[in-house]
């Protein structure tokens, strides 16, 4: 079945620190990729997304990712992160095909000011 | 654009009694979704409407769990009875069509406390 791992379930780190969240699916076929974020008491926002192309994706507020293919990884990368990032960060896949968006289980991220 | 709207933001319940949850997706999307989001888990997606059709509903416990989409616009989720491990976030989605290729719009949840 297809499946969605993010291995961070806590991250801290201090202003200015550059940030990297791990995303591996499970899924051999064909996908689309997506970043959400979710604010403290706010709806998830897209960050970023993947459907086919150049495999770094950037997306808002300065994030970036990286779809590795032979990986099965879609890390999410920010050079230098804010006190504003604070936030609950999900990885989620689609199979092209089918219709159903798998989440993984995210990581909080805490940034120190 | 106006977001997905849900209400209410919060319910809180006793357990075997029944709660209902409404979304109202943004206008011209096609697709709505219903998601579960238990605490320190990932969304989880509980039934999908193309129009007012059923898509997937293989992970919703319809022994407790009805949706529907009547005239293709609005849902409702409704919980009857209701047990003490359905207390979760439920989310509404939208999108243009299948696959969410354009994105999928989350709405604010409702959380709900079955005590």
């Known amino acids: 079945a297809q499946s969605v791992s993010q291995h961070n379930h806590h991250v801290i780190l201090s202003e200015a620190a550059s940030l990297e969240l791990g995303c591996n699916y499970s899924y051999g076929g064909t996908v689309n990729l997506f970043w959400y974020v979710q604010y403290p008491g706010q709806h998830l926002q897209l960050l970023l997304k993947y459907f086919s192309g150049d495999p770094l994706v950037k997306g808002i507020k300065g994030f970036e990712a990286e779809f590795i293919k032979s990986k099965f990884s879609f890390n999410l990368r920010k050079p230098s992160v804010q006190w504003s990032d604070t936030a609950e960060y999900f990885c989620a896949v689609t199979v092209v095909g089918f219709q159903k968006l798998v989440f993984g289980t995210g990581t909080r991220l805490l940034v120190s000011p | 654009e106006a977001g997905v709207a849900q209400s209410p933001r919060y319910k809180i319940i006793e357990k075997r009694q029944s709660v209902a949850f409404w979304c109202n997706p943004i206008s011209g999307h096609a697709t709505l979704y219903w998601y579960q989001q238990i605490l320190g888990q990932g969304p989880k997606l509980l039934i999908q409407?193309?129009?007012?059709?059923?898509?997937?509903d293989s992970q919703l416990p319809k022994d407790r769990f009805s949706a529907e989409r009547l005239k293709g616009v609005d849902s409702t989720l409704k919980i009857q009875p209701a047990k003490l491990e359905d207390s979760a976030v439920y989310l509404c989605?939208?999108?243009?069509?299948?696959?969410?290729?354009?994105?999928?719009?989350f709405g604010s949840g409702t959380r709900l406390t079955v005590v």
């Open positions: 989605a939208s999108s243009l069509e299948q696959a969410g290729a354009s994105g999928y719009t």
């Open positions: 409407f193309q129009n007012n059709g059923v898509v997937d």
